[in-house]
Nanobody, 124 residues
Framework: QVQLVESGGGLVQAGGSLRLSCAAS????????MAWFRQAPGKEREFVAA????????KYADSVKGRFTISRDNAKNTVYLQMNSLKPEDTAVYYC?????????????????WGQGTQVTVSS
């Protein structure tokens, strides 16, 4: 059974930092593209960041460039999202996703596996 389990969400003040983790199990994800998406209340799920299987190429949404960093540890089957300089508009449920093909895609439909999400709330 394939599982992606996110952790590390919480409540933080604007300007603060959080580190999200996504632990994958049930299959080997070392060849997959891994990504983070987020969904705020009343809004569509949006792309945040993606990382290639090698951990080399990455892609970020313009809204988080320079503040968020995606990384992965294939030995641990885990992907991370370091979030710095958080803003109230970053408040959302953050989802981990995996894609078993190459390409740093930004559409949710292009990803095969999803976690349950972790809530991030940034207070002003």
């Amino acid at each position: 059974q394939v599982q992606l389990v996110e952790s590390g969400g919480g409540l933080v003040q604007a300007g603060g930092s959080l580190r999200l983790s996504c632990a994958a199990s049930g299959r080997t994800f070392s060849s997959d593209v891994m990504a983070w998406f987020r969904q705020a209340p009343g809004k569509e799920r949006e792309f945040v960041a993606a990382i290639s299987w090698s951990g080399g190429p990455t892609k970020y949404a313009d809204s988080v460039k320079g503040r968020f960093t995606i990384s992965r540890d294939n030995a641990k089957n885990t992907v991370y999202l370091q979030m710095n300089s958080l803003k109230p508009e970053d408040t959302a449920v953050y989802y981990c996703a995996a894609r078993s093909r190459s390409g740093l895609q930004i559409e949710p439909a292009d990803y095969d596996y999803w976690g349950q999400g972790t809530q991030v709330t940034v207070s002003s």
